[in-house]
């Protein structure tokens, strides 16, 4: 069989499709990139040159003004708005993911009463999103005198249904039951056994659960919207949307909104450059069922 | 010893214990402590469960049946009476929440379609093996995931807000006026946030369905002559439709909850009122209006539409795979 069209058709019509596909993607990374990089240049600017001329000129360049005015305003309410931030996600997302991942692994190696339904009740928390739970929460909180308190905010974060559900997948991938076998011939304690082998096994499967649980606390801004009203115990995410609210009547919040989006920004970006391996794993597992 | 050792349940376990203890105590003991250590490992995540879950919503429901009479200014406890169902009709003929609901349906209708099949579009893309710098384009392509929603609503508000976007600076010098906070481009200006944050993450997960197609399929496609496109949309989309559900839904989830952006925009926009979503009529009711039966019916009420639609799209799925065998 011959075919009728000719090599050099073949390869014109291949460049044309390359250049389109290639042309397509850059288009939407700059839909992606610009934005941010907006971000990065305003972040120069003080208040005059924000509203002024070109954005993305160097010129009258203010970024160390923005960020001693960022840390000093307010009696340095930024600093503490930072602290909150991290002691929330990352603390939380540490306890968190142990409770979610200690929690999957014994759906998966170990039997007992009721099992599947418990489990359906975890998917059940997986269907339901955080903010629907945050006015029911409020409720109960308040009337057992937790609201406005650290732990108004804290203890609802530790909770992660989709961790468990991942850590369950995870747990059967990573860690053989050879393992857990070999271990108890060799007299160790099921929780001895969890602790030194299955959860080293386990590590990367923890970063995942622990990557996302980070992500999820970092962006949290409905439940510490309802259950905080001392703005020392604000997270960023709260503390912004505040000194935007004040922008509108005394602009010169704007800059530092900016200045303090682009700081907020940065741990999650750091630690995703960082430990770019696993939320890959993590989200293939997730996908693949 | 002529114990009978019945294989149980765990039927993988084998009696090769220690010689010097009997198999049979070793056994039971060994049983014993598997208990324990599920009672260990479970319990915290349980207490959770319970505590941050079932309690919560299980108290928002009873709550939702009763209304406090406050006496004049609210002081003392008010007395709290059995209402049944009236914060429930109150909610569903209250035009603000009817009109919340249709701004969140027809944000649902916009949104979901556009960052499913833009993520989709975009993750054949970058699989076809044409694109150059690939690992770069999917990290700028991720980055607005790490970028928490409220601090993208702020960069996309003060890039929609006149005087301060060089986008609006751009299009007056082509003498074009544009108003991203108008009436009838509101909405698409908060979909458009939301696409920005989600399409990058929807996209990976794609991808991450993509890498793992078998490359046997992909062979035999191309041998019997099908093209990029086609392959894509007729072999590639089919094989990974379980990712494409999954995104689907927890796009069609997130997208009725809805808060953050237009919370942000009530700042800047008479367009965007302070109920113009459900969970802001939510917000509204328990912290303005400090009605908390009304927003307690209406937080039981979201929650029966999220997990009815998480349902019936699980549910459509897996009738469809059925059929599909």
């Known amino acids: 069989m011959t075919t009728t069209t000719t090599p050099g058709r073949i390869a014109t019509s291949r460049l044309t499709s390359r250049t389109v596909v290639n042309a397509v993607v850059l288009i939407a990374t700059l839909y992606t990139l610009l934005p941010a990089l907006w971000l990065l240049f305003a972040s120069t600017k003080n208040a005059d040159a924000l509203f002024g001329s070109d954005i993305f000129s160097l010129s009258d360049f203010s970024f160390a003004q923005n960020l001693s005015d960022l840390f000093a305003m307010d009696g340095g309410l930024y600093g503490e708005w930072y602290l909150n931030s991290l002691l929330y996600a990352v603390v939380g997302a540490l306890v968190g993911s142990l409770i979610s991942v200690s929690a999957g692994y014994a759906f998966d190696k170990y039997e007992f009463r009721h099992k599947e339904k418990l489990f359906g009740l975890v998917l059940t928390g997986v269907m339901v999103p955080q903010t629907v739970l945050a006015l029911p929460l409020y409720l109960v909180a308040s009337g057992i005198g937790l609201v406005n308190t650290f732990w108004a905010v804290f203890i609802p974060v530790l909770f992660n249904p989709f961790g468990v559900y991942l850590a369950r997948i995870l747990s059967s991938g990573y860690v053989p039951n050879e393992v857990l076998e070999a271990s108890r011939v060799d007299g160790a304690g099921e929780l001895q056994t969890y602790i030194r082998v299955s959860l080293r096994m386990l590590g990367p499967g923890f970063v995942t659960v622990f990557l996302f649980q980070l992500t999820a606390i970092w962006n949290n801004f409905f439940l510490p919207m309802v259950m905080l009203s001392d703005q020392h115990l604000y997270p960023l995410s709260l503390g912004l949307y505040t000194w935007n609210s004040s922008a509108t009547v005394s602009p010169e919040y704007y800059p530092l909104v900016v200045i303090g989006s682009l700081l907020a920004v940065v741990p999650l970006i750091v630690t995703f450059v960082a430990l770019q391996r696993y939320w890959k794993s993590g989200l293939t597992a997730g996908s693949v069922k | 010893m002529s114990t009978v050792i019945t294989p149980g349940k765990r039927g993988k376990r084998t009696g090769t214990a220690p010689p010097a203890a009997s198999p049979v105590r070793t056994r039971r003991a060994g049983r014993r402590q598997q208990t324990l250590a599920t009672v260990a490992l479970l319990a915290p995540f349980t207490a959770l469960l319970v505590a941050v879950f079932l309690v919560p919503v299980g108290y928002a429901i009873g709550l939702s049946f009763f209304s406090e009479d406050h006496d004049g200014l609210g002081f003392g406890g008010g007395e709290t009476v059995f209402t049944g169902l009236r914060s429930y009709i109150a909610v569903l003929s209250d035009p603000s929440f009817l009109a919340g609901f249709g701004s969140v349906a027809l944000y649902c209708v916009i949104f ?81 946030i939301a696409l920005w944050s989600g399409l990058g993450y929807n996209m990976v997960i794609f991808y991450a369905a993509l890498q793992a197609l078998p490359r046997e399929v992909l062979e035999a496609a191309r041998i019997d002559g099908a093209g990029g496109v086609r392959t894509a949309l007729l072999v590639k989309v089919p094989i990974i439709r379980s990712s494409v559900l999954m995104v689907c839904m927890f796009s069609l989830i997130a997208a009725l909850q809805l808060f953050t952006e237009p919370m942000l925009m009530n700042q800047a926009t008479p367009m965007v009122n302070s109920r113009f979503t459900l969970n802001m009529y939510i917000y509204d009711a328990a912290f303005r209006r400090n009605n908390y039966g009304l927003a307690s019916a209406a937080s039981v009420i979201l929650l029966i539409v999220t997990c009815a639609l998480s349902y019936a799209v699980t549910r459509w799925a897996g009738r469809r795979d059925r059929s599909a065998r």
Request: charged residues 10%; glycine residues 6%; proline residues 7%.
């Open chain 2, 112 to 192: 979901v379609p556009a960052v499913v099949i833009g993520a989709l579009a975009l993750a054949l893309l970058l699989d076809s093996g044409l694109i150059r710098l690939r690992r770069t384009a999917q990290m700028l392509l991720y980055l607005p995931h790490a970028v928490p929603g409220i601090i993208a609503a702020v960069i996309w508000l003060y890039l929609y807000t006149p005087g301060l976007s060089p986008v609006i600076k751009l299009f007056a010098q082509a003498d074009i006026t544009i108003d991203f906070l108008g009436l009838h481009t509101v909405l698409p200006s908060i979909v458009n």
